[in-house]
């Protein structure tokens, strides 16, 4: 199912099955518009996605579904859908500004933050200090 979200900027990299679209194409054609169930992050919350994980070992074996879903909920890394109205508005504990934007790739750590699936996909709300680095590729990326 592609979920069609308006982003300010659409060369973005989103994950499969998402499609950015400039805010003024969503004007222009209001009837193919519909409620998104994205939840919208509240305060000092960032919205995430998981970033999908490889069917396959580098060998070419199939991994088992277990493994999947193992290697799923302990990824590391994360896609920042969007940022809430609070998050990195405290000059004290962020002198040097946010620690990351909409679009970046992050790392957290395992089980961080609220999971919800919505239409098979992982979103993930975590607070703005966790977290720990920016990252450019996030391929081949995993946990130690």
Not at 15 to 28: F, I, Q, R, W
Not at 29 to 54: F, H, M, N, R, S
Not at 117 to 132: A, P, S, T
Request: proline share 8%; aromatic share 6%.
């Amino acid at each position: 199912m592609s979920e069609t979200i308006a982003l300010p900027e659409s060369e973005l990299i989103l994950p499969p099955g998402m499609k950015a679209v400039k805010p003024e194409e969503v004007e222009e054609q209001p009837e193919q518009v519909k409620a998104t169930q994205v939840p919208k992050p509240q305060g000092w919350k960032l919205l995430c996605v998981l970033i999908d994980v490889d069917d396959t070992y580098e060998s070419g074996i199939l991994k088992a579904d277990e493994t999947m879903r193992t290697e799923e909920l302990t990824s590391p890394v994360l896609f920042v859908m969007s940022l809430g109205d609070m998050a990195y508005t405290d000059k004290e504990k962020f002198p040097t500004g946010p620690w990351c934007k909409e679009g970046d790739f992050i790392l957290v750590r395992p089980y961080t933050g609220t999971r919800v699936k919505i239409h098979g996909k992982e979103f993930r709300l975590i607070n703005d200090d966790q977290v720990e680095a920016v990252v450019q590729d996030p391929r081949g990326i995993s946990r130690a």
